[in-house]
């Protein structure tokens, strides 16, 4: 059983090389992860999936041998609308969709929810790997700190590892701000359960409140493609 589907990203990362993750919300409030997505669908310029804008989408049954409540098959090429949301859209979607704090966001076995924060800090740091991540310390509204990967795109690009400093400057400013954070969960990874059932959280899409600083450029009025 196929359905089409008009889905609003908050959600943008980058797997590996050639993996994408995206999860958004459709017009219901259903949060939904279409997959495959690629790497090119996300960066490319003017590409499907981009923070603000509608993408139409042709999802049937997940074909993960693992799958998470959201996950769905994305059977034929997204397709983006002509106009993007403007900022009043914008926010009234955010605040709709947030969570009072991120034990609620993912619970019931969800992977991705969506919840209002206040960030502390910004910073990189080097995971055992030997693989520097951009972090955000933040806190929710029922007053629980985390320190979490922000794997997402926009911030990657805005915030790189080689720059380290821009970003607690930038945390400087952010400070008091309240941000929308959505967060989401890895599948399991084999190692301690802990509190997210062996999952690692992460935060997969950051959204600064409208009038608030943000690293990237945006006309007034109307989201960026970025």
Same mark, same amino acid.
Request: charged share 25%; proline share 9%.
């Given at each position: 059983?196929?359905?089409?589907?008009?889905?609003?990203?908050?959600?943008?990362?980058?797997? #590996?090389?050639?993996?994408?993750?995206?999860?958004?919300? $459709?017009?219901?409030?259903?949060?939904?992860?279409?997959?495959?997505?690629?790497?090119?669908?996300?960066?490319?310029?003017?590409?499907?999936?981009?923070?603000?804008?509608?993408?139409?989408?042709?999802?049937?049954?997940?074909?993960?041998? #693992?799958?998470?409540?959201?996950?769905? %098959?994305?059977?034929?090429?997204?397709?983006?609308? #002509?106009?993007?949301?403007?900022? #009043?859209?914008?926010?009234?979607?955010?605040?709709?969709?947030?969570?009072?704090?991120?034990?609620?966001?993912?619970?019931?076995?969800?992977?991705?929810?969506?919840?209002?924060?206040?960030?502390?800090?910004?910073? %990189?740091?080097?995971?055992?790997?030997?693989?520097?991540?951009?972090?955000?310390? /933040?806190?929710?509204?029922?007053?629980?700190?985390?320190?979490?990967?922000?794997?997402?795109?926009?911030? +990657?690009?805005?915030?790189?590892?080689?720059?380290?400093?821009?970003?607690?400057? /930038?945390?400087?400013?952010?400070?008091?701000?309240?941000?929308?954070?959505?967060?989401?969960?890895?599948?399991?990874?084999?190692? $301690?359960?802990?509190? /997210?059932?062996?999952?690692?959280?992460?935060?997969?899409? +950051?959204?600064?409140?409208?009038?608030?600083?943000?690293?990237?450029?945006?006309?007034?009025?109307?989201?960026?493609?970025?």
């Amino acid at each position: 059983m196929t359905a089409s589907t008009r889905l609003i990203p908050l959600a943008i990362t980058c797997a #590996d090389a050639r993996e994408a993750c995206v999860a958004g919300v $459709d017009a219901a409030g259903r949060w939904l992860r279409p997959e495959p997505v690629t790497v090119g669908a996300v960066i490319r310029p003017g590409g499907p999936y981009r923070y603000g804008w509608p993408v139409d989408l042709e999802l049937g049954p997940t074909r993960a041998r #693992d799958p998470r409540p959201e996950d769905r %098959h994305l059977l034929s090429a997204a397709r983006s609308c #002509d106009e993007p949301l403007g900022e #009043d859209r914008w926010a009234e979607l955010l605040g709709r969709t947030s969570d009072p704090d991120v034990t609620t966001a993912l619970a019931d076995r969800r992977s991705v929810g969506l919840v209002r924060a206040v960030i502390r800090r910004l910073h %990189h740091r080097t995971a055992s790997s030997g693989r520097r991540h951009l972090r955000a310390e /933040f806190t929710d509204e029922r007053g629980e700190t985390f320190d979490w990967i922000v794997p997402d795109l926009r911030m +990657v690009r805005a915030f790189p590892a080689t720059d380290a400093g821009r970003a607690e400057e /930038f945390a400087a400013r952010w400070a008091g701000s309240t941000t929308y954070l959505a967060v989401g969960l890895t599948k399991p990874t084999g190692r $301690d359960p802990g509190r /997210f059932g062996g999952c690692h959280p992460l935060v997969v899409g +950051v959204h600064p409140e409208p009038g608030a600083p943000v690293p990237w450029q945006r006309p007034a009025g109307a989201m960026t493609k970025g």
